[in-house]
């Protein structure tokens, strides 16, 4: 078979555990697979590289800055190999753009156009272990990106179906996908299985153990993808097509990187929201929620929300679009959290989103925009009653007791 395994960056937080992972890999390698491992920088490091261009600029060049942080997982692919070889193996590490995963010139957010398997393909045949440097890739200029946070799980899901490998494996340090964050909600449950379209939602949502863009690669190339401990044996999270019987909600996510935009005294008249959301596109700002108050006096309220790492490119534009959409103000909040429940039984179940309501009602929680999809009903509500909510949420639908059954 051939295996693609990728590690977190708790899993290869230091050495002795980089020496653990190593002889995971082995094991795999013993059973008579060919195995590509892809790993991200060891714990913290990415924030420790974040934290380092900060104090010299708040808004660095994109370029620059993604040169930086691809330098943290070509530690961890390094020392890899060399804990690899030290056991007696044959191994051999790649940057992304050594390996050749082709992105758009999109810094910071790129994303993958191509990769070129021959190389990884003829180390493979000379029985070597090939390790590549997830997070990263490489432009046709030859200028170094990155993905996203989160981004190494898209490279090796990405990596896996280009190579058409028989399993993607996402190590991590929990023990798969939970119906909340276990860090957050203490009597979360793990999943034994979990619909795509539920943990793509989920991914969106917040739910930081995948990264939405590899999941979107898992359902286009079906890739099999299962997400497991890299500490513990389990059998782990297998994301599957079927839909589970009987479910309503599968899940609740928080997230917190997103920031709420209020644009005021907004004229009601045709093409106001077009150009209003034609600047803040221009900038590549990715807006999340929109929901636009209704009118008075001729005169209306847009909110919407962005990621916070964007709201210093949004404030630059902000003249521009005053007078563009001639509104009074623009009011930036980066104090909320969106909350968001999942689950593919909402399309056959009434009152699911009455129910979320009147939990959060009950405890006083105030919400200040709401959203739905077909499988997803998301809130803003402050950041500080977001753990309260999500934990409210996920003891109203009884998530603890979840009990799996494939239909
Ligand atoms: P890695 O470095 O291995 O990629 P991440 O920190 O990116 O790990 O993702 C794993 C973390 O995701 C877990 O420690 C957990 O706190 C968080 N998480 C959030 N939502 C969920 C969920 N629904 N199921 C499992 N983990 C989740
Ligand atoms: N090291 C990168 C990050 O911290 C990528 C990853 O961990 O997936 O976001
Ligand atoms: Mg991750």
Do not use: W
């Amino acid at each position: 078979m051939l295996i693609v395994q990728k590690y977190g960056g708790t899993s290869v937080g230091n050495i002795e555990r980089i020496k653990n992972v190593a002889k995971r890999i082995v094991k795999t390698k013993e059973q008579g697979n060919d195995v590509v491992v892809v790993v991200s920088a060891m714990g913290d490091t990415t924030d420790e590289l974040i934290k380092l261009a900060k104090q010299i600029s708040e808004n660095p060049p994109k370029r620059e800055y993604d040169l930086l942080l691809s330098t943290g997982e070509q530690i961890s692919i390094a020392l890899l190999s060399i804990a690899l070889h030290e056991l007696g193996y044959e191994a051999i590490a790649f940057t992304g753009a050594q390996v050749g995963i082709l992105t758009t010139t999109d810094f910071t957010e790129a994303k993958i156009l191509d990769i070129n398997t021959s190389k990884i393909k003829k180390e493979l045949s000379k029985g070597k272990i090939v390790i590549v440097a997830g997070f990263q890739g490489v432009t046709e200029d030859g200028d170094i990106t990155t993905l996203g946070r989160g981004g190494s799980d898209t490279t090796a899901v990405a990596l896996a179906a280009a190579l058409k490998a028989d399993i993607c494996e996402i190590y991590t340090d929990v023990k798969g996908v939970f119906t909340s964050d276990p860090r957050i909600v203490k009597d979360a449950k793990k999943l034994d299985l979990i619909n795509i379209d539920e943990v793509l939602e989920l991914a969106s949502a917040g739910a930081q153990v995948l990264h939405p863009r590899a999941v979107i690669f898992a359902k286009k190339y079906k890739v099999p993808l299962v997400v497991r401990s890299s500490f513990e044996d389990d059998q782990g999270t297998k994301i599957v097509e079927e839909f589970m019987e009987g479910l309503v909600i599968t899940g609740v996510a928080i997230k917190t990187d997103e920031a709420k935009v209020t644009v005021l005294d907004v004229p009601d008249v045709p093409g106001i929201a077009a150009k209003l959301f034609s600047e803040v596109a221009k900038e590549k700002i990715n807006v999340n929620m929109i929901v636009q108050g209704t009118s008075r006096n001729g005169l209306s309220e847009i909110n919407f929300t962005v990621p916070k790492k964007d709201l210093i490119t949004l404030k630059s534009i902000e003249e521009k679009i005053k007078s563009s959409i001639k509104c009074s103000n623009i009011i930036y909040d980066d104090n909320i959290a969106i909350v968001s429940v999942v689950g593919t039984g909402m399309r056959s179940h009434h009152g699911v989103a009455a129910k979320v309501f009147e939990v959060l009602a009950s405890r006083g929680i105030n919400i200040e925009m709401i959203s739905t999809s077909e499988i997803k009903i998301s809130v803003v509500v402050r950041m500080e009653r977001a753990e309260e909510a999500a934990n409210a949420l996920h003891k109203e639908f009884k998530l603890s007791e979840i009990e799996i059954k494939t239909e």
